[in-house]
């Protein structure tokens, strides 16, 4: 059974703080991506990477950045947290190395910054 | 980037009634689509996708969507809902090796 796992489920951080977000998928995929979650807005890209030490900016990567040293964890840093990041944080895989495919999400990280 | 629209933010229904939900997308040449459900406090999940062949794909839990491509639409369908399928439901469109997501639509299904 495919597996994407969180850290965490829910984190409340104050304004300024630097956040890390990590996502480990244990499917040997080389592609992982980070989304935020808003309502009314669905969900937008923020970052990808299609290997280890490869990333590549998604729709909205303003205020974050990406680390990926392993292929099965990929991190998502807020460098310094600010209100309008309070959001839900998914991590998803799919899983061919080639062309598109459906994308396997984890649970989700629900980030309130205060 | 490609843009999808789903043309509703909520729907709300009751049991046994039938579902459709819009989907169109942005011309972008041949296109991967997808169909996700998020029920209260799971994970995303794919209900189906389409990549070729027959427009008229089926899906998990007696879902289907049909892609009409002179219309850039993929709309989902169920003809008799249940309770169990209130849920937040996306559709996805793909761009190179990324997805880009409509805004969602909440089905509200009322015993």
């Known amino acids: 059974d495919v597996k994407v796992t969180q850290s965490s489920r829910y984190l409340v951080k104050r304004t300024g703080e630097k956040v890390f977000l990590e996502c480990v998928q244990d499917?040997?995929?080389?592609?992982m991506f980070w989304y935020r979650q808003d309502p009314g807005l669905g969900l937008r890209l923020i970052y990808f990477?299609?290997?280890?030490?490869?990333?590549e900016k998604g729709d909205i990567p303003e205020g974050y950045s990406v680390s990926r040293e392993k292929k099965e964890r990929f991190s998502l840093i807020l460098e310094s947290a600010s209100t309008n990041q309070t959001s839900m944080y998914l991590c998803?895989?799919?899983?061919?190395?080639?062309?598109?495919?459906?994308?396997?999400f984890g649970p989700g990280t629900r980030l309130t910054v205060t | 980037a490609q843009s999808v629209s789903q043309h509703n933010h909520h729907v709300i229904l009751s049991e046994a009634a039938s579902l459709e939900l819009g989907c169109n997308y942005s011309?972008?040449?041949?296109?991967?689509l997808f169909w996700y459900v998020q029920y209260p406090g799971q994970h995303l999940q794919l209900l189906l996708k389409?990549?070729?062949?027959?427009?008229l794909v089926k899906g998990i839990k007696g879902f289907e969507a049909e892609f009409i491509k002179s219309k850039f639409s993929f709309n989902l369908r169920k003809p008799s809902v249940q309770w169990s399928d209130t849920a937040e439901y996306f559709c996805?469109?793909?761009?190179?090796?990324?997805?880009?997501f409509g805004a969602g639509t909440t089905v509200t299904v009322r015993a």
């Open positions: 499917m040997d995929h080389e592609n």
């Open positions: 996805a469109v793909n761009e190179d090796y990324k997805l880009s």
């Open positions: 990477s299609y290997d280890v030490k490869m990333k």
């Open positions: 011309y972008g040449g041949t296109v991967n």
């Open positions: 998803a895989s799919p899983p061919g190395g080639e062309g598109p495919d459906e994308q396997y």
């Open positions: 389409y990549f070729s062949g027959d427009p």
